[in-house]
């Protein structure tokens, strides 16, 4: 059995970053029976084996897979017995140190993040939401399954004020 924060879990499940894993099998149990029913007589010495594994997820494992196998001598051959159980580690958005701005013509500013599940990225301008428009140009791009880059461009514009001229035509003019 697998546990998480002291809690059976099943395959495929779910776990979040930082949570305390503990792989757990119970002792073996041997019985004896026959059909039809006769009396038996037992002589059995039960050899009791208890493996424990400690384990702390992490975001550099997204996808972590247990096996316990077990090998044991019958006869003149090794037999062996095993059993997976896949755990899918999730963890916070993270925004990498290459995320910057640049500011030529234009500003251009590219955020790189990861997390999982991935993350969806929102620009904020003055504490208002950006969206696309024709002073700015939104564009993602996934880098992985649990990646997400995301540039925004901004053209810039005279906030100022603003200037107007009217102009007279001559009435010869077309």
Not at 9 to 32: A, K, N, R
Not at 140 to 146: A, I
Request: a negative charge; hydrophobic letters at 25%.
């Amino acid at each position: 059995q697998l546990y998480v924060e002291q809690k059976e879990v099943q395959d495929q499940e779910e776990v979040l970053e930082g949570s305390s894993t503990l792989c757990s099998s119970p002792p073996p149990t041997l019985t004896w029976s026959s059909t039809p029913r006769i009396p038996l007589s037992e002589s059995s010495r039960l050899q009791e084996l208890i493996s424990d594994l400690n384990f702390t997820a992490t975001h550099h494992q997204i996808r972590v897979t247990f096996t316990c196998t077990i090998t044991y001598q019958l006869q003149d051959e090794n037999k062996t017995a095993q059993n997976n159980i896949t755990l899918h580690v999730q963890y916070a958005p993270k925004i990498s140190n290459s995320s910057n701005c640049s500011r030529t013509d234009v500003t251009v500013c590219f955020c790189e993040t990861d997390g999982n599940p991935s993350p969806e990225l929102m620009w904020h301008l003055s504490g208002h939401p950006v969206t696309n428009s024709s002073n700015t140009l939104i564009s993602e791009e996934r880098l992985s399954s649990t990646g997400l880059r995301s540039s925004i461009t901004l053209h810039h514009n005279n906030t100022h004020g603003t200037a107007s001229q009217l102009f007279h035509l001559p009435s010869s003019v077309a």
